[in-house]
């Protein structure tokens, strides 16, 4: 259905798994429908990440993502404003990473039991980290080497080693997260 897409389309999945792993390389809304049987499912198959977008502009919402490849994500994003809503994202080495995608949105995720953290942002500048819940993880949420990104209103709990780390940031507002473990 992506290949098939044009930009700005919206795709609707049903319910399902989905043994893939899709390369969304345009601006599209995938959009994940419980048409009864649960949310649809992404499986990677412990292949490589699960989801790569490249594609500015896209959107994923609605889907349940698990079984990256080893030290490979359930969401890799590596294009600019990318909005992530609504998925949960487990069994993967990281979340969702942000790799160098700018102005884009990570929100109202839930990532749990990933081998690494639960969301990346690695050179990824001016976005939105929002109303997550990471648990479980090795890191809550692990961002390096970016500048201008908003961090507000995430539950962190029982990751393994830091809830929520920071190195080489700058112009970062991090506020009304929550960190708990136990």
């Not at 990281?94 to 990346?120: K, R």
Request: one cysteine or more.
């Amino acid at each position: 259905a992506v290949t098939a897409a044009s930009a700005g389309d919206t795709i609707l999945v049903h319910s399902g798994v989905y043994s893939e792993q899709p390369l969304i390389d345009k601006r599209l809304t995938i959009e994940g429908v419980d048409t009864g049987g649960g949310r649809p499912v992404i499986d990677g198959m412990g292949q490589g990440n699960v989801v790569n977008i490249t594609g500015d502009g896209a959107r994923l919402e609605g889907f349940v993502v698990r079984n990256s490849g080893t030290g490979a994500a359930g969401i890799l994003v590596s294009s600019d404003g990318v909005a992530i809503t609504g998925n949960e994202v487990a069994g993967c080495g990281e979340g969702i990473s942000l790799d160098h995608a700018d102005d884009s949105t990570v929100e109202a995720n839930d990532l749990h039991d990933n081998g690494d953290a639960g969301i990346c942002i690695s050179g990824a500048n001016d976005s939105r980290i929002a109303g997550n819940h990471a648990s479980d993880n090795l890191y809550g949420i692990y961002m390096e080497y970016a500048s201008g990104n908003a961090i507000e209103g995430n539950n962190c709990s029982n990751n393994i080693d830091i809830e929520i780390y920071m190195e080489n940031v700058s112009g970062c507002a991090v506020r009304d997260n929550w960190a708990t473990s136990e």
